[in-house]
């Protein structure tokens, strides 16, 4: 027989996995089927059930109200934390782009339903297979269950702490960004200087039907030989002292203290 706090404890810690899975990257994909979501979460909430405060009132729906949206809101801070790593991936391809000429072209990505410019989905699917290659899938939903005990029902993050640690994610996340894409940004604009040389040299020479095949050419070759570069410092944001991880740990201990 299931009493109404196991009940209560199941629907609680499910709520919240469920919130996280459907806004985290990769676990949110329009391919993922709901049904293996809710299974997952379901699965998961399971075998965390988290223990419940006595002293909660079950029988108030006020409570209960209060707990399901405080449930909402963490599983959508630790999602949150997720989509600022993989927003580093998208925004090197920002930077990439526009210098190439391919600020205006765009490719559809049926897994999110929507255009992307074209190196911020190479660089997100590298991410996403360099994510699952190394496990990091398995150790993000070991952490997210491992949030019930220290951030159990009822539990209160910091507000203003939590705010600055989300506000150097995003500081870290322009500046690991900036890294991936130095490399390509820094041999366009030697490129742009050359070509100013040149038709400053021959102004015959028209610079806007030879410089944008010379640009493509270019920043494509340099693409190609700063992969290992890029996979290096994409790699170090899905280990497991990475800054993902990291950043869920401070997160945590905000909420443990």
């Not at 590298?126 to 070991?142: D, P, R, T």
Request: proline share 5%.
């Amino acid at each position: 027989m299931i009493s109404v706090a196991d009940f209560v404890r199941f629907s609680l810690s499910f709520i919240r996995l469920t919130t996280f899975f459907s806004a985290a990257p990769l676990f949110s994909m329009r391919s993922v089927p709901i049904a293996a979501k809710v299974g997952l979460s379901a699965f998961c909430a399971l075998i965390a059930l988290p223990e419940l405060d006595p002293a909660w009132d079950l029988g108030s729906w006020h409570v209960l109200a209060l707990l399901a949206a405080q449930e909402v809101a963490v599983g959508l801070l630790l999602a949150l934390m997720v989509i600022l790593v993989f927003a580093v991936v998208t925004f090197a391809g920002h930077f990439v782009d526009v210098p190439l000429g391919f600020g205006m072209a765009s490719v559809f990505d049926p897994s999110l339903g929507g255009q992307v410019p074209v190196f911020s989905q190479f660089y997100h699917i590298v991410a996403a297979l360099i994510f699952l290659g190394l496990n990091a899938h398995l150790w993000l939903i070991q952490a997210v269950q491992q949030s019930f005990q220290i951030l159990p029902f009822g539990s209160i993050l910091r507000i203003e702490p939590s705010f600055w640690l989300l506000v150097d994610l995003v500081k870290q996340m322009f500046v690991i960004g900036l890294k991936i894409a130095l490399p390509v940004t820094a041999t366009i604009l030697l490129t742009d200087i050359g070509l100013g040389i040149v038709i400053r040299a021959v102004p015959q020479i028209n610079v806007f039907v030879l410089g944008f095949p010379i640009k493509i050419t270019v920043g494509l070759v340099i693409v190609m030989f700063a992969i290992p570069a890029a996979v290096s410092i994409i790699t170090e944001l899905f280990t497991s002292d990475g800054l993902l991880f990291r950043y869920l740990q401070e997160l945590f201990a905000l909420g443990g203290s």
